[in-house]
């Protein structure tokens, strides 16, 4: 008597393809990369190295450079402290520009300034230090009207120098501030040489007379030209 044959139960039928799991095709290489790593025990995590501290070092480098030679002191040391050297010393800081300004005014103010002189055979003209082009250049065209004048022909220098000194101070005393000094051209004196002419400019910038005088320049033709000179006078400050 034949036995039947029995189905296999594992086996699978067309109906059952679509249920059928799908093995992959290799799977040898990958248990094999598995058990590697499992026998090789977790990766270890790769070290970070530390940021440079970069201020440290670059304050160490400055220290170390500004304590170079620098000895340590004894007992018995550092007792006796040396003078300060006045030549090592750094010199004094500019003062400030308004201060400087003020400074340069109380100068004029005061008449501690002395003129810048130009002398040539025909013109002569000076100014105090700092006065203005503008003001210069309006004295030597003769701009400013001329108040007074006083002519110096026939006087010894000595008269001349007095005359000169007190009509300067008394013009400024009544408030004139262009005013004319006729010294003539020399012409009668002897080998024509100007004396006055060269003693004007020495009196205006010495004495009294220089603290009151900010500007003088050769006369334009029509006031006398080279035998004249115009003389600008401070204003006089009014006291309170």
């Not at 170390?64 to 018995?76: E, H, T, W, Y």
Request: proline share 9%; glycine share 8%.
């Amino acid at each position: 008597m034949k036995r039947k044959k029995r189905k296999r139960r594992d086996s699978y039928t067309g109906k059952d393809v679509a249920k059928r799991p799908e093995a992959p095709f290799n799977p040898l290489p990958e248990s094999c990369v598995a058990l590697k790593r499992l026998q090789a025990g977790p990766v270890a995590a790769r070290p970070v190295p530390p940021a440079p501290e970069i201020i440290k070092d670059d304050e160490d480098c400055v220290f170390l450079a500004a304590m170079k030679g620098v000895r340590p002191i004894g007992n018995d040391a550092g007792r006796f402290v040396p003078p300060p050297r006045t030549d090592m010393r750094p010199p004094r800081p500019a003062p400030d520009d308004e201060l400087e300004a003020m400074a340069h005014l109380s100068d004029l103010v005061n008449g501690q300034v002395e003129m810048d002189i130009t002398f040539s055979d025909e013109y002569i003209e000076g100014c105090v230090k700092g006065f203005s082009l503008d003001l210069m250049r309006r004295l030597r065209t003769g701009r400013f009207p001329v108040q007074a004048y006083l002519d110096l022909h026939g006087l010894t220098k000595q008269e001349a120098e007095l005359r000169v000194k007190d009509f300067l101070m008394g013009s400024y005393r009544i408030g004139r501030r262009c005013v004319l000094l006729i010294h003539g051209r020399g012409l009668n004196s002897t080998n024509n040489i100007p004396v006055l002419k060269e003693r004007i400019p020495v009196w205006l910038a010495r004495g009294s007379v220089r603290k009151i005088v900010l500007a003088f320049s050769t006369a334009r033709p029509y006031d006398g030209g080279t035998g004249a000179v115009y003389v600008l006078i401070k204003k006089q400050r009014v006291r309170q």
